[in-house]
């Protein structure tokens, strides 16, 4: 009986924090997350700030159930809206495939999801982060999905392979596998005055490093030290392939599309460029393309 009382005390607390429907929809969730633990420990995590992917260990993307684990950034929903969007802009097939490089990484969220929507043997996808922790993050949701790391002449398949490197490296680029259809990015562009005042579910469990738009030994205010860097990446001979299917796709924080289309426009040398909403009207993702 007390510890069903302190259960009690527990979603009454959540529920002052962040209402009766979220509280009420959130504890569904974990008396169904059994594998989780037990619910006053996953209440008392919660109650403490705690993101609810980190405490149930998952979260959909698209069709996907990704892996989610601290501090590893936890795929969003509005990251997950133009991945989709993507996916149906492109059709890669076995005869005409795409490569694809994905930027800061993380969970790998976005090039699996392209992996699992488009067709057999069509996509060879390459992740990138800094963080080994994502690294291994990403290859065990690469296995949770059924997508291998290598490629295999016995089986139609596509393919994503994570691994670690430093983006903002001057010599990043010197090191690619191969040359790249399709770049997509989230990287991090949150400005420090802005990060200081995230919600504690954020800024106290997430890494840093997925956040900030300005590294420490890197100088700039604007948050967008990640976008100069793919920016010079592409620009690079070599790096794009010159398909008609070719383009960079970038999500970008609250008011930074424009000043990322010009970047990409005057260092990337991508002509063509357009500004994608998420599903709440922001200006979410600048896509650019050389044709």
């Keep these: 009986m007390p510890r069903q009382h302190h259960v009690a005390q ?19 969730w974990m008396k169904r997350a059994t594998h989780a633990g037990c619910l006053k420990e996953m209440l008392e995590r919660r109650v403490e700030g705690e993101p609810l992917q980190y405490i149930l260990g ?20 509005e990251t ?14 076995i005869e005409r495939p795409l490569s694809v490089l994905d930027l800061c990484t993380g969970s790998g969220c976005i090039p699996l999801l392209l992996c699992h929507l ?11 982060d800094i963080s080994d922790h994502a690294v291994q993050l ?43 259809d399709v770049i997509t990015s989230n990287p991090p562009y949150i400005l420090l005055n802005e990060y200081h005042q995230l919600p504690r579910s954020v800024k106290d469990y997430e890494d840093p490093r997925a956040l900030l738009g300005d590294p420490p030994d890197i100088p700039g205010t604007d948050g967008l030290a990640f ?18 299917q070719t383009m960079v796709v970038l ?33 979410r993702v600048v896509v650019g393309r050389r044709k």
Excluded at 227 to 244: F, K, M, Q, T, W
Aim: proline share 7%; hydrophobic share 40%; with cysteine.
């Design 58 to 77: 998952t979260q959909p993307f698209g069709p996907l159930d990704l892996l989610t684990r601290a501090p590893i950034l936890i795929p969003r929903p």
């Design 138 to 180: 990403a290859k065990d949701n690469a296995a949770r999905c059924g997508i291998p790391g290598v490629a295999s002449p016995h089986h139609f398949s596509n393919v994503y392979t994570p691994y670690l490197a430093n983006v903002l490296d001057a010599t990043f680029g010197d090191s690619l596998p191969r040359s790249f």
């Design 80 to 93: 997950e809206h133009w991945a989709i969007r993507l996916a149906e802009l492109l059709q890669p097939t």
């Design 227 to 244: 976008y100069h860097a793919i920016a010079r990446l592409v620009a690079r001979d070599g790096v794009l392939n010159e398909g008609d």
């Design 118 to 128: 488009w067709a057999r043997g069509s996509t060879r996808a390459y992740g990138v």
């Design 251 to 283: 999500e970008v924080g609250d008011k930074q599309a424009a000043a990322v289309e010009a970047i990409l426009k005057t260092e990337g040398r991508l002509n063509r460029t357009e500004i994608w909403l998420d599903p709440w009207g922001k200006e």
């Design 10 to 28: 527990l979603f009454l607390a959540l529920t002052k924090s962040i209402g009766r429907q979220s509280a009420n929809q959130e504890l569904n």
